[in-house]
């Protein structure tokens, strides 16, 4: 089966130019239950052993990654490995300290808090962070996927207009949606046109 694509123009306006980018329309999901049954199926395992070995995986790898461990998943590499995000701008560090300068009571500390000084690594603190996980795909699979993978060019008002194609033709269509909420479009202040140039 196809992967059903809309493209989309989209003006950053940053860079002040056009681009063409193309979204994936068909989200199907395989559910875990189905996800069992077809990697069981043609093995000596059942889709219960699978789905036994899944929940497993799924209950103890963020324990194994919450002492700092990355986790090699698979023989090619498939990887899961903890990550931390969390920031602290100037003007963040500003209001922190103008809060702070506003609910203490004692006049003379507050004059002590110097709302207008340098941030430094110090100011952001552990409560700022997030833990997250990060997983990192083998490049072997992305090969893989683009050999198997064929596209289907869709618009809006009907189905596939060329399949496996990548001809620039000038027919005019209206498809897809007018938001951009993946935020696909190059990146900072831009707008999108759906369809145009298909």
Same mark, same amino acid.
């Given at each position: &089966?196809?992967?059903?694509?809309? @493209?989309?123009?989209?003006?950053?306006?940053?860079? #002040? +130019?056009?681009?063409?980018?193309?979204?994936?329309?068909?989200?199907?999901?395989?559910? @875990? #239950?189905?996800?069992? $049954?077809?990697?069981?199926?043609?093995?000596?395992?059942?889709?219960?052993?699978?789905?036994?070995? &899944?929940?497993?995986? $799924? &209950?103890?790898?963020?324990?194994?990654?919450?002492?700092?461990?990355?986790?090699?998943?698979? !023989? =090619?590499?498939?990887?899961?490995?903890?990550?931390?995000?969390?920031?602290?701008?100037?003007?963040?560090?500003?209001?922190?300290? $103008?809060?702070?300068?506003?609910?203490?009571?004692? !006049?003379?500390?507050?004059?002590?808090?110097?709302? #207008?000084?340098?941030?430094?690594?110090?100011?952001?603190?552990?409560?700022?962070?997030?833990?997250?996980?990060?997983? +990192?795909?083998?490049?072997?699979?992305? +090969?893989?996927?683009?050999?198997?993978?064929?596209?289907?060019?869709?618009?809006?008002?009907?189905?596939?207009?060329? =399949?496996?194609?990548?001809?620039?033709?000038?027919?005019?269509?209206?498809?897809?949606?007018?938001?951009? !909420?993946? #935020?696909?479009?190059?990146?900072?202040?831009?707008?999108?046109? !759906?369809? $145009?140039?298909?």
């Amino acid at each position: &089966m196809a992967l059903n694509v809309q @493209f989309y123009k989209v003006h950053n306006h940053l860079t #002040n +130019e056009d681009i063409v980018i193309p979204r994936i329309v068909n989200q199907q999901a395989l559910e @875990f #239950n189905e996800l069992c $049954e077809y990697l069981a199926d043609g093995s000596t395992v059942t889709a219960a052993d699978v789905s036994a070995v &899944m929940k497993q995986i $799924e &209950m103890r790898l963020p324990l194994i990654l919450g002492l700092n461990a990355k986790v090699v998943c698979s !023989p =090619e590499g498939l990887t899961f490995r903890p990550k931390v995000s969390g920031s602290l701008t100037q003007s963040q560090l500003k209001a922190k300290l $103008e809060a702070k300068k506003a609910a203490e009571t004692d !006049p003379e500390k507050a004059a002590l808090i110097d709302v #207008n000084r340098a941030i430094s690594v110090s100011d952001l603190s552990i409560g700022d962070l997030t833990a997250s996980i990060a997983i +990192e795909l083998p490049k072997k699979w992305d +090969e893989r996927f683009q050999s198997k993978a064929a596209f289907k060019r869709i618009t809006k008002d009907s189905d596939s207009v060329s =399949e496996g194609t990548d001809s620039t033709d000038d027919t005019d269509s209206t498809g897809g949606s007018t938001t951009d !909420p993946d #935020n696909q479009g190059g990146g900072g202040n831009s707008s999108i046109t !759906p369809g $145009e140039g298909d």
